[in-house]
C-alpha cells in the first residue's frame, strides 16, 4: 500500500521491469508483457515509457498480449482495446505494431468467435506464455472481462458484459447504448498461466473489490480472488483501495 496514485504507477513499474529482466535473464529472448486496459495502468504505462527513454528497459524485441476486447466494434474505433494499447502503450513504449496482439472481436457469428478465442491461446502458448501480466481490477471483482460466476479455470472465450460493467465503461462511448455487450476475455486460467501477475488499484472505488479479491474466500463470486492461488501476485495500492483491508 503506497499513499500516492503516482507511487503505485513507480512500485508497478518497477515489478513489470523486473519480471522483463528476469525472462531476459532465463533465455527468453522475446519477453512477453499482459497487457491491461482501463484507467488503473494508465500512470503505470506512463513510468514505463519513460523507463524505455532513460533506456532502462527496451520492449522492441518484447510481445504484447492484451487481456480482452470488445465484440462487435467497427474496424479502428477508437476506444476497441486494440486501438487504446496501440496509442497509449505501443508508441510510448516502442512496442512494434505487429508485436501486439489482441483478441479478435470481429467474427460476426459464435463460431467464428469461438475460432478466435482459441487461435488466441495458441498464440500466448506459441510465445512461451506471459512473462508478466498488468492487472487492473472491476468494481465487482472482475479481471480482463471475467465477470462475477466466471469459471476459476476458464479459458480465453466470449463473454456478455454485465450491465455495471457497461455502465463503468460508458465514460468512453457517447452513451451507454453504444458500449458492447460482449466481449472476448483471456480466461481465469489463462492468467493465472502467467509467470508473474501484477494488480494495481486506486481510489474508493475499489476498496470493496480488492478486500474480496486479497481476503475474501476464493470464489468465482470475486473473480479477482484467483490470484490467490498465484504463487507470484503483487497487488500495489493507493491508500483509498486497500481501505478495507
Ligand atoms: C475494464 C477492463 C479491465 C480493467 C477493469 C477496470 O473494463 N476490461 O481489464 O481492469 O475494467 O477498469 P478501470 O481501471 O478503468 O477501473
Known amino acids: 500500500m503506497l499513499p500516492t496514485a503516482q507511487e503505485v504507477a513507480e512500485r508497478a513499474a518497477r515489478v513489470v521491469i523486473e519480471g522483463v529482466r528476469a525472462a531476459l535473464a532465463s533465455g527468453r529472448t522475446e519477453p512477453v508483457i499482459g497487457l491491461a486496459t482501463g484507467s488503473s495502468p494508465v500512470g503505470l504505462y506512463t513510468v514505463l515509457a519513460g523507463a524505455v ?107 456478455r458484459l454485465s450491465e455495471r460493467t457497461r455502465g463503468d465503461n460508458a465514460r468512453f462511448f457517447d452513451s451507454l447504448d453504444a458500449v458492447p455487450t460482449h466481449c472476448v476475455t483471456q480466461g481465469l486460467g489463462t492468467v493465472l498461466d502467467a509467470r508473474r501477475l501484477v494488480l494495481v488499484a486506486s481510489g474508493a472505488g475499489k476498496a470493496a473489490a480488492v478486500a474480496a479479491a486479497v481476503e475474501g474466500p476464493l470464489s468465482a463470486s470475486c473473480p479477482a480472488s484467483v490470484l490467490q492461488w498465484h504463487a507470484d501476485a503483487v497487488v500495489v495500492l493507493d491508500e483509498a483501495a486497500a481501505v478495507g483491508l
Open 53 to 159: 527513454e532513460a533506456g532502462e528497459v527496451d520492449f522492441g524485441r518484447a510481445r504484447g498480449f492484451a487481456l480482452d476486447e470488445y465484440v462487435g466494434l467497427p474496424p479502428r474505433h477508437p476506444e476497441s482495446y486494440r486501438e487504446v494499447l496501440l496509442r497509449e502503450v505501443c508508441g510510448p513504449l516502442g512496442l512494434p505494431p505487429e508485436r501486439l496482439h489482441v483478441p479478435d472481436g470481429s467474427g460476426d457469428s459464435e463460431e467464428a468467435l469461438a475460432a478466435g478465442a482459441a487461435d488466441y491461446e495458441r498464440r500466448i502458448a506459441e510465445a512461451g506464455g506471459v512473462d508478466v501480466q498488468i492487472l487492473g481490477i472491476g468494481a465487482n471483482g472482475h479481471l480482463g472481462f471475467n465477470e462475477p460466476g466466471s469459471a476459476l479455470t476458464s479459458r480465453t472465450r466470449v463473454k
